[in-house]
């Protein structure tokens, strides 16, 4: 097995046509696939949502020499050098032998995604509405779940996504939630949210005027940190991937940001 049959194993889950769709189709900026191919028998793979210092050094520590990322281990336009203070994981990934795949847009937005586990884990089954939707996946998800007070909400979620690092506002029930996996809090997100009746609007890394204009149209409103809100579906990709591979296979938990 090489990097290449590692990424069609992830292609097969969740297809990276997907992430060129949300690119061509609605305006969003992606940079998933194999990264680094250093080719190869692989030897093991670190799953880690992102590519840290921490997570290369986890993988020649294990041996492992394919590090399958959720967050694009190149993201910038145009990058057009690689040295110590620009790409400077990308190049130590490269002169360990150290292959890097990376699934964002199509990973989000898959189905059994990181999306949609962020509906599951806070208790939604299915969706009544996606907010962005195309051909194989949808990212944006509004759907019931049983009714409680947002406190035993919030600290439902904080058990399930393992963190204590949640912001709550308002303090009304939670019937009807919007969540969207990462920083896809915006003004999108949020008539959408209202348009199709939410209560509660869950998500990540949302700006001050946001917030405000959250609490101000009634909303319950439920911050979780970017990694929390995402490492939880990417765990359970990692295990379906685990199935097929047949090598030795590791999740990196960066505590620091759960």
Request: glycine share 12%.
């Amino acid at each position: 097995m090489r990097p290449r049959d590692i990424y069609e194993l992830a292609d097969a889950l969740a297809p990276f046509s997907v992430s060129a769709r949300l690119v061509s189709e609605c305006g969003f900026h992606d940079n998933s696939g194999l990264l680094v191919d250093c080719g190869g028998e692989v030897t093991g793979v670190l799953f880690s949502l992102d590519l840290s210092e921490g997570a290369v050094e986890e993988a020649k520590e294990r041996g492992a020499n394919v590090i399958f990322t959720h967050h694009p281990a190149i993201w910038t336009d145009g990058l057009r050098r690689l040295d110590e203070t620009c790409g400077k994981h990308v190049l130590a990934c490269a002169r360990a032998g150290i292959s890097v795949i990376s699934a964002h847009l199509n990973l989000d937005a898959a189905p059994r995604g990181i999306d949609e586990s962020l509906m599951r884990g806070l208790g939604g089954e299915k969706p009544l509405a996606v907010m962005t939707e195309v051909e194989g996946g949808g990212y944006g998800r509004v759907y019931d779940v049983k009714e409680s007070p947002l406190e035993t909400f919030v600290a439902r979620a904080k058990k399930t996504f393992k963190t204590e690092r949640v912001l709550s506002y308002g303090g009304g029930k939670v019937r009807r939630v919007a969540s969207f996996c990462g920083a896809g809090f915006d003004d999108e997100a949020l008539g959408f949210a209202l348009a199709c009746g939410a209560d509660t609007l869950v998500s990540s890394d949302a700006a001050h005027h946001r917030i405000l204009g959250a609490t101000e149209c009634g909303l319950n409103l439920v911050l979780l940190t970017h990694y929390a809100s995402e490492q939880y579906g990417f765990r359970l990709f990692a295990e379906r991937m685990k199935k097929s591979i047949g090598k030795a296979c590791y999740l990196r938990e960066d505590a620091r940001f759960l």
